[in-house]
C-alpha cells in the first residue's frame, strides 16, 4: 500500500499518454507549435503498463489516462482493455476534449474505460473557435451524447474565464443539469503557456452567479480536487479551487508523464524518471522510486495567489 507522509493513501495515477493536442486552447497551449518529443522518449503502452502494474499490485484503484489529447494517441483502446484485464475492478477513467468521442466512445468502453470527463467551455460555436483556435462545438457536443449513450459515466470540465465565457455559467449549468450530467466549473489556473491576459474568475463570483438562479448547499468533501454543491431540486455541480486550502488536503494522486516522469504534484517541480528503470528491466528500481515519490509528496501544492505555474498542463495532464 501507498502511504505519505501526511497518512494520504496514495490510490490514484493519472497517466498523460501524449504531449500532442489537436486544439490549442487559450488557456493551456495557445502557441505550442507543433514539435513534439521524438517517438522512442515516449513510454510505450507496454512499458506504461509494466510500471502501472507495479503500482495497482501496490494498491492503486483509480487510473485516469488524460495527456495533451488522449484519444489522438493510436491505439487507447488495446491500452485500457490491457489495464482492465489486469484488473477489472479499477477504475477506469478518461479526461478528453470530446472531439474524437463521437467515433471512439462505443470502442473505450467496450475496452472497459468506465468514466470520461469531457472539456466544454462554451455552448456558442464562435467562442468554442476562439478558445480552442478550431471550429469544434459541434463535434463535442455529439461526442458528449455519444459517450452517454456509449454507457459512459460523463462529467464535464468549464474552464471560466473573464470576458470569454464567464457569461455562460447558468446557460452551460442548465445543458448539463437537463441532461443529468455533473459539471464541473474550474478556475483558471495560471501559467506562463497561457495566452497573455487571460483572466481567472474566483470561485465567489461562479457560485454567486449560479446563486442568483438556484439555491444550493455544500457537500461534505471527498477526496476528489473538486468541491460539490446540491441544488434544491438534488442536481450536483462542483468548482476547482487549486489556492483553495482543501485542494491538497485529501490529495490521493500522483502523475505519470508520456517521458516517464512520475510527479508527487500538479504544482512541483520536482519529478523522477522511471523510463530507464523499466526500459532496462529493473522492476525493483522503478518500484523503489515510485515508493520515493510517494514519500516526498508535498503536503500541499505551495501555489501561492498571482503565481504563474511553468508546469505545462498538457504534460502533466491536467
Ligand atoms: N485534452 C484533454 C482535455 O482538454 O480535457 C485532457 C488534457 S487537459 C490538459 C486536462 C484538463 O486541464 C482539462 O479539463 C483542461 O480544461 C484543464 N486545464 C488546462 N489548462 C488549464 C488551466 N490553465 N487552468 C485550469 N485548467 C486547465
Ligand atoms: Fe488540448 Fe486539453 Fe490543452 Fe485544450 S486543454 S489544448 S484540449 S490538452
Redesign the pocket.
Known amino acids: 500500500m501507498l502511504i505519505d507522509k501526511f497518512d494520504r493513501k496514495i490510490d490514484y495515477i493519472r497517466v498523460?499518454v501524449t504531449s500532442r493536442?489537436n486544439?490549442r486552447?487559450l488557456?493551456?497551449?495557445p502557441n505550442t507549435p507543433f514539435e513534439w518529443e521524438p517517438k522512442e522518449n515516449i513510454l510505450s503502452y507496454e512499458e506504461m503498463f509494466e510500471f502501472l502494474r507495479l503500482a495497482i499490485d501496490e494498491g492503486v484503484r483509480k487510473i485516469r489516462i488524460?495527456?495533451?489529447?488522449?484519444l489522438l494517441r493510436k491505439d487507447i483502446d488495446k491500452f485500457i482493455k490491457m489495464l482492465n484485464d489486469y484488473n477489472p475492478e479499477l477504475d477506469l477513467a478518461l479526461?478528453?476534449?470530446?472531439y474524437y468521442l463521437l467515433e471512439m466512445a462505443k470502442g473505450l468502453k467496450k475496452a472497459g474505460l468506465k468514466r470520461v470527463?469531457?472539456?466544454l467551455?462554451t455552448l456558442k460555436a464562435e467562442v468554442a473557435k476562439k478558445i480552442a483556435q478550431k471550429d469544434v462545438l459541434d463535434k463535442v457536443l455529439k461526442g458528449i451524447d455519444e459517450a452517454v449513450n456509449a454507457g459512459l459515466g460523463v462529467k464535464l470540465?468549464?474552464?471560466v474565464m473573464q470576458g470569454i465565457n464567464d457569461n455562460e455559467i447558468l446557460d452551460l449549468l442548465e445543458y448539463a443539469k437537463n441532461k443529468n450530467l455533473t459539471i464541473r466549473f474550474?478556475?483558471?489556473?495560471?501559467?506562463e503557456?497561457?495566452y497573455p491576459g487571460?483572466k481567472?474568475v474566483d470561485s465567489k463570483e461562479i457560485l454567486d452567479k449560479i446563486a442568483q438562479k438556484y439555491k444550493f448547499k455544500e457537500l461534505p468533501k471527498d477526496n476528489s480536487a473538486s468541491k460539490y454543491f446540491e441544488t434544491e431540486d438534488d442536481y450536483q455541480f462542483g468548482i476547482?479551487e487549486?489556492h483553495d486550502e482543501s485542494f491538497c488536503k485529501k490529495c490521493n494522486r500522483i502523475r505519470l508523464t508520456a517521458e516517464g516522469f512520475l510527479i508527487p504534484c500538479l504544482f512541483f517541480t520536482e519529478s523522477y524518471n522511471i523510463k530507464e528503470a523499466i526500459r532496462n528491466g529493473n522492476i525493483k528500481k522503478a518500484a523503489e522510486i515510485l515508493k520515493d515519490v510517494v514519500a516526498n509528496k508535498p503536503e500541499k501544492n505551495d501555489w501561492q495567489e498571482n503565481e504563474v505555474?511553468t508546469r505545462a498542463?498538457?504534460e502533466?495532464?491536467?
Do not use: H, K, L, Q
Open positions: 498523460s493536442c486544439f486552447c488557456y493551456c497551449m488524460t495527456g495533451g489529447e488522449p479526461t478528453t476534449n470530446g470527463n469531457i472539456s467551455d470540465n468549464t474552464v474550474i478556475e483558471f489556473m495560471e501559467n503557456r497561457a487571460i481567472r476547482i487549486p505555474s498542463f498538457w502533466t495532464g491536467g
